[in-house]
């Protein structure tokens, strides 16, 4: 590990900018969600939060799941927003079966209202069991659903693919899901 590493700490509010809360190092994200690396850089340094290109290039570079976008000298999160904004990403025909990872005790509630985005802008799925495991595991033993994407286009549903390759849906009712 070399001294400029940055730490988990940098990296998560990195995402928080980016998905959920832009204002609170002064930075204002356009309509899909881009802000220039050089204005992010220097309004995280201005907030406080300490951060060289090399740090931000690491941070972007090592994110397992392939976080951010780079395109023009700009940079966003691929997916995970809860500010309003429009991907404008285009609808694309899913897999037969898209797969969402969650735990036990959320069962009842999704049984009921199906997926929901909550926090989130979208409701986030994969194409395979293993990612969704990881993400419901973050909570508990995780519980995988099968989602009958192909049928909920069918039925008119829009499914949109973020870079990273997450799916993305506004919501999923309950008749398209398995446990
Ligand atoms: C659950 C991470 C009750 C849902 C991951 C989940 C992912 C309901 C939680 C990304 C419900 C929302 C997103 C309902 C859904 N009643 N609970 N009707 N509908 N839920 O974090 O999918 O590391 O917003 O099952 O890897 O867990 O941040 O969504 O448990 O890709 O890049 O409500 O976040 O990526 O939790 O995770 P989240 P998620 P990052």
């Known amino acids: 590990m070399g001294r400029n590493e940055p730490s988990i700490q940098l990296s998560k509010t990195v995402a928080y900018l980016l998905r959920h ?35 931000l290039d690491a941070i972007i570079n090592r994110s397992d799941k392939r976080r951010y976008e780079i395109r023009d000298g700009l940079i966003r999160a691929a997916q995970g927003h809860s500010v309003p904004g429009d991907l404008d ?27 929901l985005s909550g926090s989130r802008t979208h409701v986030h799925l994969s194409s395979d069991t293993d990612t969704a495991r990881v993400v419901g595991a973050r909570r508990g033993t995780p519980v995988i659903l099968t989602v009958d994407a192909q049928r909920m286009q069918l039925d008119g549903h829009e499914f949109y693919l973020a870079a990273n390759g997450v799916w993305l849906v506004q919501h999923v009712p309950v008749e398209y899901l398995t446990v």
């Open 21 to 55: 809360n832009p204002a609170a190092a002064g930075l204002e994200l356009d309509p899909s969600g881009w802000i220039d690396v050089e204005e992010l850089l220097e309004r995280m340094n201005a907030a406080g939060h300490r951060i060289t290109a090399d740090q």
């Open 89 to 115: 990403l285009a609808p694309t025909t899913p897999p037969a079966q898209l797969f969402h990872g969650t735990v036990e005790r959320f069962l009842a509630s999704i049984l009921d209202q199906g997926l």
